[in-house]
């Protein structure tokens, strides 16, 4: 325990709170015993960092209107974002999950380490207050506030395409990762969107992530979707006819 607590940067008062942070619910599942899990503090934690957060953009940025605020908030907690923080602090390497769990890359799970960051911050704040929860999340969460301060009004073109989509029908575009070249540490990823059966736009890029941005970008360039309308406008009039 004095391992993380040193790359954290906070002293736990109460081990046990720390213990229940780092425990994965595969734990319980695998040794058919009665065992907490990180959840309860997962979902406490989830709102501690939502507060925190806002609070801090509040007071950032006192020009931005209310959907301004929550788009950048979105950011911010997004489990892309929250499996950086895990990652910065090793996260991975301290939770206590299933043998299962771990040999099928649990430790290394984005959606794993995103629920366990959560879960700590919960911790944090039970064990210290609403401050020591806010020190450890605003010194955790420097790098995206640092650039979320150099680039305030930086385009999502993801949440720009959904967006843009889902005022025509409801279903969202689902990205596919079509192909990956290159050694472990120099892939290259190319990515696809794909919405209603029909391919708005492909895109490469260094990451899973980076991909399917290129791939959002270009979907905004072709504007494949008023094809679509078009083609629905068609039909619609032949029907009437």
């Known amino acids: 325990m004095d391992s993380i607590e040193s790359t954290i940067g906070y002293k736990f008062r109460n081990s046990l709170l720390l213990a229940e942070a780092l425990t994965h619910p595969s734990l319980a599942y695998e040794t058919q015993r009665p065992h907490f899990d990180n959840q309860r503090l997962e979902f406490?934690?989830?709102?501690?960092?939502?507060?925190?957060?806002?609070?801090?953009?509040?007071h950032q940025f006192?020009?931005?209107?209310?959907?301004?605020?929550?788009?950048?908030?979105?950011?911010?907690?997004?489990?892309?974002?929250?499996?950086?923080?895990?990652?910065r602090i090793e996260?991975?390497?301290?939770?206590?999950?299933?043998?299962?769990?771990?040999?099928?890359?649990?430790?290394?799970?984005?959606?794993?380490?995103?629920?366990?960051f959560e879960?700590?911050?919960?911790?944090?704040?039970?064990?210290?207050?609403?401050?020591?929860?806010?020190?450890?999340?605003?010194?955790?969460?420097r790098v995206e506030l640092d650039q979320i301060q150099k680039a305030p009004?930086?385009?999502?073109?993801?949440?720009?395409?959904?967006?843009?989509?889902?005022?025509?029908?409801?279903?969202?575009?689902h990205y596919q990762i079509i192909s990956e070249e290159g050694p472990d540490h120099c892939k290259i990823f190319a990515s696809r969107v794909v919405w209603e059966g029909v391919d708005l736009g492909a895109g490469t890029g260094n990451s899973k992530k980076a991909a399917e941005i290129a791939a959002a970008r270009a979907a905004l360039?072709?504007?494949?979707?008023?094809?679509?309308?078009?083609?629905?406008?068609l039909v619609n009039s032949s029907e009437q006819d």
């Open 44 to 58: 406490l934690g989830d709102a501690v960092l939502q507060l925190i957060l806002t609070e801090h953009l509040f």
């Open 62 to 87: 006192p020009q931005f209107t209310e959907g301004h605020l929550t788009k950048l908030r979105s950011r911010l907690v997004s489990k892309s974002a929250l499996d950086s923080y895990a990652n």
């Open 91 to 116: 996260l991975g390497q301290f939770l206590l999950m299933g043998k299962g769990e771990e040999a099928s890359g649990g430790r290394h799970r984005s959606s794993t380490l995103a629920d366990a």
């Open 119 to 141: 879960s700590l911050v919960g911790a944090i704040y039970l064990d210290g207050n609403l401050e020591a929860a806010k020190a450890f999340i605003l010194r955790h969460c």
């Open 153 to 173: 009004d930086e385009v999502n073109p993801k949440g720009q395409l959904q967006e843009i989509l889902q005022a025509i029908a409801p279903s969202s575009p």
């Open 221 to 233: 360039k072709s504007q494949g979707w008023e094809r679509l309308k078009s083609a629905e406008q």
